[in-house]
C-alpha cells in the first residue's frame, strides 16, 4: 500500500476527480429537460395505501436476504440462524426449512420457475438446492456447491433453471453452468466488492452496483461493460431495473436513492426521504415502475413517485433495519426482511 500522504496518489486523486467533473458538466450539457419538468403535466400519484398483510416468523436471527419465486407466491428468506426458509405468502406458512452449512448467508435466489433456490455468503460459495426433491433427511436436495471465489458471495440471480450469475467480494462476475457444476465466465467487473445484480426485463442484459460506488451495464453475452453510471458519493447497496428495460434505480450508503437512464446515460432523478439520516439496503420498483421503494437502515421503507420526485409515504413496523425487499413479478406484493428476524408482506 502507499503511504497515506503519498503526494504522487493525491495528484492522481486530484486528476480523477477534475476529469469527473468534467464528465459531470459535459452530461449536464447534453440534459435538454429534467425528468420532473418533463413530467409537470402528469397527475400526482396518489398515496399508496399498503399494510403489512403477513408478519412471518420463524427465523431466530438476523434475516439478510429475501427473494420472490416467478408466481409471485412463494419467497425464500436466508437468515444468520443458517436457515433457508420457504413461504407461501398467501398463507403466512413455512413451505421448507433449509439447514446450511454455514450461517453466514448474505444473498438468496429463487428461480423463475421455481424448482430452485440459492444461497451464499461468508462461506464464499453458492449453494444450490433443488425444492421438489429430498434427501435422505427429508429437506430440499443440495445439488452444487460452486466454489471458486476470492471473497465472499454478495448476490447471486438464475439465469433459467440450467445456469447463475454471482457477484462476489473479490470485485468479479461469474457464470455458472449448473448442469456440469463449471463456470462459464468469470471476470472483474468493478474496484470494489460487486454487491448488488439486477437482471433485465428479458433476460439479454444485467446491471451490477459496486462499493466504487458506480453501477454498471452488461450484455449476458459479453464481459467487458457496456456503460459505466456514477453520481453515488458512497456503497450503491441495490440495483434494480425499471420494467421498461429502459433505465434502473439504485439505492446507496450515500443516504440517496437515484434513477439512471441508460439511453441518455446518466443519472436523471435524485430521491432523498424527509429526514436523510440513514443509507438505503435495498431497492424496487413497482409494476409500472411509477413507484419506487428502498428499505432503509431507519427501519422504515421508503416510497417515492419517480416521475414527480415526491416522497409518498413509509412502510413502518419492522424494529430494525431493513435488509432486504423483494417486488412480486405480478406487482401484487413487495416482501421485506430485515435484522429484526421477520418477514413481512405488504400490499
Given at each position: 500500500m502507499?503511504?497515506?500522504?503519498?503526494p504522487?496518489l493525491?495528484?492522481?486523486?486530484?486528476?480523477?476527480?477534475?476529469?469527473?467533473?468534467t464528465l459531470k458538466?459535459?452530461?449536464k450539457?447534453?440534459q435538454d429537460t429534467?425528468?420532473?419538468?418533463a413530467c409537470g403535466g402528469?397527475?400526482d400519484?396518489?398515496?399508496?395505501?399498503?399494510t403489512?398483510k403477513?408478519?412471518?416468523?420463524?427465523?431466530l436471527?438476523?434475516?439478510?436476504?429475501?427473494?420472490y419465486?416467478g408466481?409471485?407466491?412463494h419467497?425464500?428468506t436466508?437468515?444468520?440462524?443458517g436457515?433457508l426458509?420457504i413461504w407461501?405468502?398467501?398463507?403466512?406458512?413455512k413451505?421448507q426449512?433449509?439447514p446450511?452449512?454455514?450461517?453466514?448467508?448474505?444473498?438468496?435466489?429463487y428461480?423463475?420457475?421455481?424448482?430452485?433456490?440459492?444461497c451464499g455468503?461468508?462461506?464464499n460459495m453458492c449453494t444450490?438446492?433443488d425444492?421438489?426433491h429430498?434427501d435422505?433427511?427429508?429437506?430440499?436436495k443440495?445439488?452444487r456447491?460452486?466454489?471458486?471465489?476470492?471473497?465472499?458471495?454478495?448476490?447471486?440471480?438464475f439465469?433459467?433453471d440450467?445456469?447463475i450469475?454471482?457477484?462476489?467480494?473479490?470485485?468479479?462476475?461469474c457464470?455458472?453452468d449448473?448442469?456440469?457444476?463449471?463456470?462459464?465466465?468469470d471476470f472483474t467487473?468493478?474496484?470494489?466488492?460487486v454487491v448488488s445484480?439486477?437482471?433485465s426485463?428479458d433476460?439479454?442484459s444485467?446491471i451490477?452496483g459496486s462499493?466504487?460506488?458506480t453501477?454498471?451495464l452488461w450484455?449476458?453475452?459479453e464481459d467487458?461493460?457496456?456503460?459505466?453510471f456514477?453520481?453515488?458519493?458512497?456503497d450503491?447497496?441495490?440495483?434494480c431495473f425499471?420494467?421498461?428495460?429502459y433505465?434502473?434505480?439504485?439505492?446507496?450508503?450515500?443516504?440517496s436513492?437515484?434513477?439512471?437512464?441508460i439511453r441518455?446515460?446518466?443519472?436523471?432523478a435524485?430521491f432523498k426521504?424527509?429526514?436523510?439520516?440513514?443509507g438505503?439496503?435495498s431497492?424496487?420498483?413497482?409494476?409500472?415502475?411509477?413507484i419506487l421503494?428502498?428499505?432503509?437502515d431507519?427501519n422504515?421503507v421508503?416510497m417515492w413517485d419517480t416521475?414527480?420526485?415526491q416522497?409518498n409515504?413509509?412502510l413502518?413496523g419492522?424494529e430494525?433495519?431493513?435488509?432486504?425487499?423483494?417486488?412480486?413479478?405480478?406487482?401484487?406484493?413487495?416482501?421485506t426482511?430485515s435484522?429484526?428476524q421477520?418477514?413481512?408482506?405488504w400490499?
Amino acid at each position: 500500500m502507499a503511504p497515506k500522504n503519498d503526494p504522487e496518489l493525491a495528484t492522481l486523486r486530484k486528476e480523477l476527480e477534475e476529469l469527473y467533473n468534467t464528465l459531470k458538466e459535459e452530461q449536464k450539457k447534453q440534459q435538454d429537460t429534467t425528468l420532473e419538468s418533463a413530467c409537470g403535466g402528469v397527475a400526482d400519484a396518489p398515496r399508496v395505501k399498503i399494510t403489512t398483510k403477513k408478519l412471518m416468523k420463524g427465523h431466530l436471527n438476523k434475516v439478510n436476504s429475501v427473494h420472490y419465486s416467478g408466481d409471485s407466491r412463494h419467497c425464500v428468506t436466508g437468515s444468520l440462524d443458517g436457515k433457508l426458509i420457504i413461504w407461501d405468502t398467501y398463507t403466512g406458512n413455512k413451505m421448507q426449512i433449509i439447514p446450511l452449512r454455514s450461517a453466514w448467508v448474505m444473498s438468496v435466489a429463487y428461480a423463475q420457475s421455481g424448482n430452485f433456490v440459492a444461497c451464499g455468503g461468508m462461506d464464499n460459495m453458492c449453494t444450490i438446492y433443488d425444492l421438489n426433491h429430498r434427501d435422505a433427511s427429508g429437506v430440499a436436495k443440495m445439488v452444487r456447491e460452486l466454489a471458486g471465489y476470492d471473497g465472499f458471495l454478495s448476490s447471486c440471480r438464475f439465469l433459467g433453471d440450467r445456469n447463475i450469475i454471482t457477484g462476489s467480494g473479490d470485485m468479479k462476475i461469474c457464470k455458472w453452468d449448473l448442469e456440469t457444476g463449471r463456470k462459464t465466465s468469470d471476470f472483474t467487473a468493478h474496484n470494489g466488492d460487486v454487491v448488488s445484480i439486477s437482471l433485465s426485463p428479458d433476460g439479454n442484459s444485467f446491471i451490477t452496483g459496486s462499493v466504487d460506488k458506480t453501477c454498471r451495464l452488461w450484455d449476458m453475452r459479453e464481459d467487458k461493460p457496456r456503460q459505466t453510471f456514477f453520481g453515488h458519493e458512497s456503497d450503491v447497496n441495490s440495483v434494480c431495473f425499471h420494467p421498461s428495460g429502459y433505465a434502473f434505480a439504485t439505492g446507496s450508503e450515500d443516504k440517496s436513492a437515484r434513477l439512471f437512464d441508460i439511453r441518455s446515460d446518466q443519472e436523471i432523478a435524485l430521491f432523498k426521504p424527509p429526514s436523510a439520516s440513514s443509507g438505503f439496503t435495498s431497492c424496487g420498483l413497482s409494476l409500472s415502475g411509477r413507484i419506487l421503494l428502498c428499505g432503509s437502515d431507519d427501519n422504515n421503507v421508503h416510497m417515492w413517485d419517480t416521475l414527480k420526485n415526491q416522497h409518498n409515504g413509509t412502510l413502518s413496523g419492522h424494529e430494525n433495519r431493513v435488509t432486504s425487499l423483494s417486488v412480486a413479478q405480478s406487482g401484487i406484493a413487495v416482501v421485506t426482511a430485515s435484522w429484526d428476524q421477520n418477514v413481512r408482506v405488504w400490499g
